[in-house]
């Protein structure tokens, strides 16, 4: 290699944190056709796959550890605790790797083992807890009482959806032109809806903002119908116009038409966004609508739930 190419290679290179964030906004193709939304409206995809760690929770997985640090709150070499379902404890064993941090992380035991697999392969030490989420969240906070180490706390941070304020919203406004007239996200923290919403509705309050929880009967990975006594401390109802449930079935179906219709390959949370997109089309022509696809679907490979026969999905239609 020349001088001259060395030269303009170094230029190229970056660091890991600048290269979460600034996902692509895809046009679904195939799927608004076969749903017989009209032309003129448009579904899309905010590919959040395409971080580092892959998935949404990079953006708060970062913000909330640098802006710990900018506060003094820790420092590298503190040992850090939290309470996930798999996508959040994932982005912060990348960050807490990268700026060095010893990480312990807690989930329910019934998470998928890609999600264990990934979270290990970045030093994090885990405690898979058998009753639950809301019992692994309580797990983590009684291990910072007893002096084990600091929780940042996803749920309660506001750190969190200041991610999505500063970065998510105001990549769709830019990626629309201005012309987004809904936007539909899953809810788990309920991170990524607050400070999406928070910074669309400043740009133009009648901006539609659709939440999405399972039903009763549903269990999606990434999306929780939260007991009042554990509902995130961060969320604030006022920022969201509707909140619909999902059906699990319908989510899965929907998460195979992504792949087959579309080449976008993701897990149930997304498939219940693209549902609700569907939903959300089918009654306001002309809308600009986006949403949330939260990760990759390579994580859900051995639940199964890819070999389903496009018969079987044509009945759950």
Avoid at 111 to 127: H, N, P, W
Avoid at 291 to 308: A, K, M, P
Wanted: negative net charge; glycine residues 8%; contains cysteine.
């Amino acid at each position: 290699m020349s001088s001259t190419a060395n030269a303009n290679f170094i230029t190229q290179v970056t660091q890991l944190a600048d290269c979460v964030g600034q996902t692509p906004l895809v046009r679904l193709q195939r799927l608004p056709a076969q749903e017989e939304v009209t032309d003129s409206t448009q579904l899309l995809a905010k590919l959040e796959g395409n971080n580092p760690a892959g998935s949404v929770k990079d953006r708060p997985a970062f913000n909330m550890i640098y802006q710990a640090e900018q506060r003094g709150d820790i420092k590298p070499g503190d040992m850090l605790i939290e309470a996930t379902s798999g996508n959040t404890g994932i982005a912060l064993a990348m960050v807490a790797a990268m700026r060095g941090y010893p990480i312990t992380l807690l989930m329910p035991t019934n998470s998928t083992q890609e999600r264990k697999d990934a979270m290990a392969a970045y030093g994090a030490v885990l405690i898979e807890v058998d009753e639950g989420m809301e019992a692994a969240r309580d797990m983590a906070l009684q291990m910072q009482a007893d002096g084990k180490g600091i929780v940042l706390d996803q749920f309660n941070n506001p750190d969190n959806s200041q991610a999505h304020y500063l970065t998510t919203g105001p990549e769709l406004w830019q990626q629309t032109g201005g012309k987004i007239t809904h936007f539909i996200s899953s809810m788990g923290t309920t991170g990524t809806i607050t400070g999406v919403s928070q910074y669309l509705k400043e740009q133009n309050p009648d901006i539609q903002i659709i939440g999405l929880q399972p039903d009763e009967e549903a269990s999606i990975a990434g999306i929780r119908r939260w007991p009042a006594a554990y509902m995130p401390g961060i969320y604030n109802a006022d920022l969201v116009d509707e909140v619909m449930d999902v059906d699990q079935k319908i989510a899965e179906v929907y998460m195979r038409k992504l792949a087959k219709l579309e080449g976008i390959f993701a897990g149930v949370s997304s498939g219940a966004a693209a549902w609700a997109a569907v939903q959300v089309a089918k009654a306001n022509p002309d809308a600009v609508i986006a949403f949330i696809v939260c990760d990759r679907g390579d994580r859900y490979l051995s639940t199964g739930l890819y070999n389903v026969n496009d018969a079987d999905d044509s009945a759950s239609d």
